[in-house]
């Protein structure tokens, strides 16, 4: 299958690393700066032809993958010039209809974190499609197949849920983390004391319900750790974020319990 990329950032990068370790070719990568196309083409060194003009974009591809962000994505479709190949955009949170100006049309979502230093296993990468046409649903579908063995169908709603969720799961987790490192480096002391701990909570939650996994002074409710804890913190944007994390545990047990 031949395949252009719209974008250079982490997720285009990642996306164009697991297209040119597939069976398939990657024929273009586009992007408004032609530096940074230039510098994922030859990092993949797979001789695909690095873009910033979108009317030099080869009009007999089989996909164009739109993996830009999701304030460009509308302005790209209405700019993108016609082709015979199927469109798609990788976002979670935005509609399948942004695309609509293209018969073939639909999703390629990876649920994933994606940073360009960081190198991913790609079997593993769970894909959500969407189509809006047979074509587009075969297209999408073999190339998924080609990348990963977690493929799955999902509407603009479910993504929407993913994508939600996806939120909570990562980068809310992501800054609780910068939080923790900041608490720590204040005391003198260093992160990597949290990185047992964090292993574990990431591993129990494999095998167990998130809620079930729960531990800590707002799930026994505790109020005199509590207390301790919200005397320590001396910036009032941390007490917030604290004061809010423990009555959400404690509301979450509470709910539990009465199920």
């Keep these: 299958m031949k395949i252009i990329l719209l974008g250079s950032g982490n997720v285009a990068t990642h996306l164009a690393t697991a297209i040119a370790m597939s069976e398939n070719e990657l024929l273009q990568v586009y992007s408004k700066t032609y530096d ?10 797979c001789g695909a032809e690095a873009l910033d003009n979108l009317n ?22 209405e ?10 955009h990788t976002a979670g949170s935005v509609s399948i209809n942004v695309l609509k100006k293209h018969n073939d049309h639909g999703i390629f979502y990876p649920l994933q974190t994606f940073s360009k230093s960081r190198k991913l296993d ?18 999408l579908t073999k190339l998924a197949n080609s990348i990963s063995k977690s ?10 849920q993913l994508h939600l969720a996806a939120v909570f799961a990562c980068n809310f987790t992501n800054h609780l983390y910068a939080i923790a490192e900041h608490l720590l480096s204040k005391a003198n ?7 047992p701990l964090i292993k574990e909570t990431s591993e129990k939650i494999a095998v167990m319900p998130a809620y079930k996994a729960q531990t800590g002074p707002a799930a026994r409710k505790d ?13 009032e944007n941390l007490k917030k974020v604290y004061q809010t994390m423990s009555d959400s545990i404690i509301h979450s047990k509470l709910q539990t319990n009465r199920e």
Aim: aromatic share 6%.
């Design 122 to 139: 790609y079997a593993s990468l769970p894909l959500y499609l969407d189509a809006a046409t047979d074509k587009a649903r075969e297209t």
């Design 56 to 77: 030099l974009i080869d009009p007999s591809a089989d996909l164009y993958l739109f993996a830009v962000s999701d304030n460009a994505l509308s302005e790209l479709a």
């Design 189 to 195: 002391l260093s992160a990597e004391a949290l990185a």
């Design 79 to 88: 700019k993108m010039p016609e082709t015979s190949g199927v469109w798609a």
């Design 223 to 235: 109020t005199q750790t509590i207390k301790k804890h919200m005397d320590l913190l001396d910036e």
């Design 36 to 45: 940074h196309a230039k510098a994922l083409v030859d990092q993949l060194n």
């Design 151 to 160: 493929v799955a169908f999902a509407d603009d709603n479910q993504r929407k």
